[in-house]
Nanobody, 121 residues
């Protein structure tokens, strides 16, 4: 069974930095896109950043220039470096990945359980 486990959440002051990690484990043939989403209280879940297997990235306008997504293929891990954090970045951050378990199956979407980021003003 494939699992995504986030780590690195916590409380930080406005202007500070945090790095989230997302480790994929289980039976994995290939990981396609990996991404980070977030959901603030009372709001819908939104895309924060995504990275393809080739390393192409895309960011939400609100985090461009402040957040950087990266991945390590050797360890099946994605990262989200968050700098210049603002109170409006407060949310639960979820890791998402499109994973093929075998060479003869299509990719399936997996979600982590989420990591809470709280940015104090």
């Amino acid at each position: 069974q494939v699992q995504l486990v986030e780590s690195g959440g916590g409380l930080v002051q406005s202007g500070g930095s945090l790095r989230l990690s997302c480790a994929a484990s289980g039976i994995i043939f290939r990981i396609n896109d990996m991404g980070w989403y977030r959901q603030a209280p009372g709001k819908q879940r939104e895309l924060v950043a995504i990275i393809t297997s080739d390393g192409n990235t895309n960011y939400a306008y609100s985090v461009k220039g402040r957040f950087t997504i990266s991945r390590d293929h050797a360890t099946n891990t994605a990262y989200l470096q968050m700098n210049s954090l603002k109170p409006e970045d407060t949310a639960v951050y979820y890791c998402n990945a499109d994973i093929r378990e075998t060479a003869w199956t299509n990719g399936m979407e997996y979600w982590g359980k989420g990591a809470l980021i709280t940015v104090s003003s």
